[in-house]
């Protein structure tokens, strides 16, 4: 399973130099639509099964220069990485690369250009911030099932090779079974309206139904491959452990009926899971450590679950 930070990673270009405020970034990247009574740059509404990246590059024309704000449409902080495309080197202020953490649901001023600054920019976005304090927390099981079948555990031969989803877990569960809160938490982000599910990696990693819950220490849970219109929960919602948030399917890359499950924290513009301790309807449920794989490096797969995803870059005309 490929993640799921990658619906949140964003890369664009921006060509400083013909665009103005209000560029609209998402993941993968949409058409655009030039507006030419006010030379920004807009996308289409959503539609139905497209991820939106939760993140908006906004750029505002002052008399000095330009300002590179970054939006966070999340309730939950993001981390934004803004770099100039093709190692150019530009006059900015931070210089570029720059990074920030933004709150949830607010916006930060990354850097200040330059007014004739023309270079294609890119920022990267990461949910979660690099600040969080992880505790040692019980979970609970996040199924209402009485029996717990594990169809892929720690370090998972199939996908759970790269470093957001070495400690996930593979529920097996029949489509439509109530999935709970394994830990209390704001609802970060959520992905639905996704209908399919396939083993292609390239095509079906970002269409898998998701609820990401943010936890008071800034972890962050992840429950995928829900079932289409099978998330029963609004961004900003608070839930407490073991409430019912969506329903278990088969959605995105996947072989089969499961939940895919991670305790992920933000590690500086990196995702990386963690080991987590639950407790199951018979008792403890007790999760092997990967042993190293000589193999898991040469794994192809693995060069296309990075935390850092990078999309072809769009021009703006």
Avoid: C
Avoid at 95 to 119: E, I
């Amino acid at each position: 399973m490929r993640t799921l930070a990658a619906w949140l990673l964003i890369a664009a270009s921006v060509a400083i130099g013909t665009a103005s405020a209000d560029d609209f970034l998402r993941w993968p990247p949409a058409s655009r639509v030039v507006d030419s009574s006010n030379a920004s740059v807009n996308l289409p509404s959503p539609v139905k099964g497209e991820h939106d990246a939760g993140a908006r590059l906004n750029l505002v024309t002052r008399d000095d220069g330009i300002e590179a704000w970054a939006e966070n449409h999340l309730a939950g902080p993001i981390e934004v990485l803004l770099r100039p495309q093709g190692g150019h080197v530009i006059s900015a202020d931070p210089p570029l690369p720059a990074r920030m953490v933004v709150p949830a649901q607010q916006r930060g001023l990354v850097a200040r250009l330059r007014a004739d600054t023309s270079v294609e920019l890119q920022m990267d976005v990461v949910p979660g911030s690099p600040n969080a304090r992880p505790k040692d927390i019980e979970y609970g099981y996040p199924l209402q099932t009485e029996q717990v079948r594990i169809e892929q555990g720690y370090g998972g031969t199939y996908s759970h090779h790269d470093a957001e989803n070495r400690h996930a877990v593979d529920f097996g569960a029949d489509i439509g079974t109530p999935v709970l809160a394994a830990r209390a938490g704001t609802v970060m982000q959520i992905e639905t309206g996704f209908e399919r599910a396939g083993r292609n990696a390239e095509i079906d990693a970002g269409r898998a139904n998701i609820i990401r819950i943010l936890h008071n220490d800034g972890t962050m849970a992840l429950y995928a491959h829900l079932k289409p219109e099978g998330v029963l929960v609004r961004v900003g919602q608070r839930v407490r452990k073991a409430d019912v948030i969506g329903l278990s399917g088969n959605t995105g890359f996947s072989a089969g009926p499961h939940l895919h499950f991670v305790v992920q924290v933000n590690r500086g513009m990196s995702l990386e899971s963690m080991p987590f301790r639950m407790f199951g309807p018979q008792g403890i449920l007790r999760f092997t450590e990967p042993k190293p794989d000589e193999h898991a490096a040469q794994n192809p797969m693995q060069e296309r679950r990075k935390s850092r995803q990078v999309a072809d870059s769009v021009p703006i005309k």
